[in-house]
């Protein structure tokens, strides 16, 4: 659900699911394949994806750490959005992507989605969270919905 009457629509954003980033992740093939679940649901959904991928010293553009996942494949023209600070909308295009496409509801994926979205804090966190008008919800991928 959102309050933005301008924003009907909802994405899945898949966050830094990078070779560098994942690489060590507990239960890694088992996260990996989730998230491809959720890709796949939400193309043969219609649903539009916008994928983040972080740089920095450890991650240098076009290295193989900085690589997504090759389970994950990015389409055209689905909306890349590049980032140097933890915060996905720090210093990038992030909002005008989402604002451009209508976008005010968002199914978050990937990597240390924590740390890559200010104020996420933790899973738990997001599990209790309300606010008026907003709502927040941590879920097993076979249960995430796109429909609002």
Same mark, same amino acid.
Request: proline share 4%; glycine share 6%; hydrophobic share 40%.
């Given at each position: 659900? *959102?309050?933005?009457?301008?924003?009907?629509?909802?994405?899945?954003?898949?966050i830094?699911v990078q070779?560098?980033? =994942?690489?060590? =992740?507990?239960?890694?093939?088992?996260?990996?394949?989730?998230?491809?679940?959720?890709?796949?649901?939400? $193309?043969?959904? +219609?649903?539009?994806?916008?994928w983040?991928?972080?740089?920095?010293?450890?991650?240098?553009? +076009?290295?193989?750490?900085?690589?997504?996942?090759?389970e994950?494949?990015? $389409?055209?023209?689905?909306p890349?959005?590049?980032?140097?600070?933890?915060?996905?909308?720090?210093?990038?295009?992030?909002?005008?992507?989402?604002?451009?496409? @209508?976008? +005010?509801?968002?199914? =978050? #994926? +990937?990597?240390?989605?924590?740390?890559?979205?200010?104020? *996420?804090?933790?899973?738990? %966190?997001?599990? %209790?969270?309300? #606010?008026? @008008?907003? *709502?927040?919800?941590?879920?097993?991928?076979?249960?995430?919905?796109?429909? @609002?």
């Amino acid at each position: 659900m *959102t309050k933005l009457s301008d924003r009907p629509n909802t994405a899945l954003m898949v966050i830094d699911v990078q070779n560098g980033v =994942v690489a060590d =992740v507990h239960q890694h093939d088992e996260v990996v394949a989730n998230i491809a679940r959720l890709v796949e649901k939400a $193309r043969d959904e +219609g649903v539009p994806i916008v994928w983040v991928q972080h740089s920095d010293e450890q991650l240098k553009k +076009g290295s193989e750490a900085w690589a997504f996942v090759p389970e994950l494949k990015r $389409r055209e023209p689905e909306p890349l959005v590049h980032k140097s600070f933890a915060d996905s909308f720090e210093d990038t295009d992030l909002e005008e992507v989402l604002a451009g496409a @209508g976008i +005010g509801r968002l199914v =978050v #994926a +990937g990597a240390q989605t924590d740390e890559c979205i200010r104020a *996420t804090h933790t899973n738990l %966190y997001w599990k %209790y969270h309300t #606010a008026p @008008g907003r *709502t927040a919800a941590v879920e097993d991928t076979k249960d995430v919905t796109f429909a @609002g």
